[in-house]
T-cell receptor, first 112, second 116 residues
Framework: GENVEQHPSTLSVQEGDSAVIKCTYS??????FPWYKQELGKRPQLIID?????GEKKDQRIAVTLNKTAKHFSLHITETQPEDSAVYFC???????????FGPGTRLSVLP | GAVVSQHPSWVICKSGTSVKIECRSL??????MFWYRQFPKQSLMLMAT?????????EQGVEKDKFLINHASLTLSTLTVTSAHPEDSSFYIC????????????FGSGTRLTVV
């Protein structure tokens, strides 16, 4: 089955700096890769996603890149703000969403 | 669109009792819903896939007789934790997908279960 790894497990950055979180997956059949942000005690919120026919996607301060050959994808947050502090989960899924696996999460702290 | 409601948001129960958690898709029909369990500072672990009108599919290591799932309609799935024990205390969260194809999953607000 699919296995998703995520690094780093914790990340602290100064406000205004960039943050990068990396994930790898094992199943070459996976072709949908969402990123979720979860604040303490709250539900995960989808922040950006990418499909395997795209190498990069950007939405304001957030971008995701995908290297399907190497089976890894990354989340990039620029100009970080304190409200970006949360746990971020990557995930990988097959086309039908029948094999949806989350990474272990990255706790991001943005220091003022 | 794509709102998923889950309740209760928190519940405290005594050991040996059962607790039912509801997950509703409010503005769309969800033929498939997913139940996750999340321990503190850990990732979401899929427990089971709930299919409308049929039996749920459980992940390895999840006791189907302990975690009863019913998906009686296209907008409602329930998870019942039977004979709860303190080790069942956790954050349970459901998710649903709006339609077939490559859409992001929408999560419910989660239920924090504490068994005393």
């Amino acid at each position: 089955g699919e296995n998703v790894e995520q690094h780093p497990s914790t990340l602290s950055v100064q406000e205004g700096d960039s943050a990068v979180i990396k994930c790898t997956y094992s199943d070459s059949a996976s072709n949908y890769f969402p990123w979720y942000k979860q604040e303490l005690g709250k539900r995960p919120q989808l922040i950006i996603d990418i499909r395997s026919n795209v190498g990069e996607k950007k939405d304001q301060r957030i971008a995701v890149t995908l290297n399907k050959t190497a089976k890894h994808f990354s989340l990039h947050i620029t100009e970080t703000q304190p409200e970006d502090s949360a746990v971020y989960f990557c995930a990988a899924s097959d086309p039908l969403g029948q094999n949806f696996v989350f990474g272990p999460g990255t706790r991001l702290s943005v220091l003022p | 669109g794509a709102v998923v409601s889950q309740h209760p948001s928190w519940v405290i129960c005594k050991s040996g009792t059962s607790v039912k958690i509801e997950c509703r898709s409010l503005d769309f029909q969800a033929t498939t819903m997913f139940w996750y369990r999340q321990f503190p500072k850990q990732s979401l672990m899929l427990m089971a896939t709930s299919n409308e009108g049929s039996k749920a599919t459980y992940e390895q290591g999840v006791e189907k007789d302990k975690f009863l799932i019913n998906h009686a309609s296209l907008t409602l799935s329930t998870l019942t934790v039977t004979s709860a024990h303190p080790e069942d205390s956790s954050f349970y969260i459901c998710s649903a997908r709006k339609a077939q194809g490559l859409y992001g999953y929408t999560f419910g607000s989660g239920t924090r279960l504490t068994v005393v």
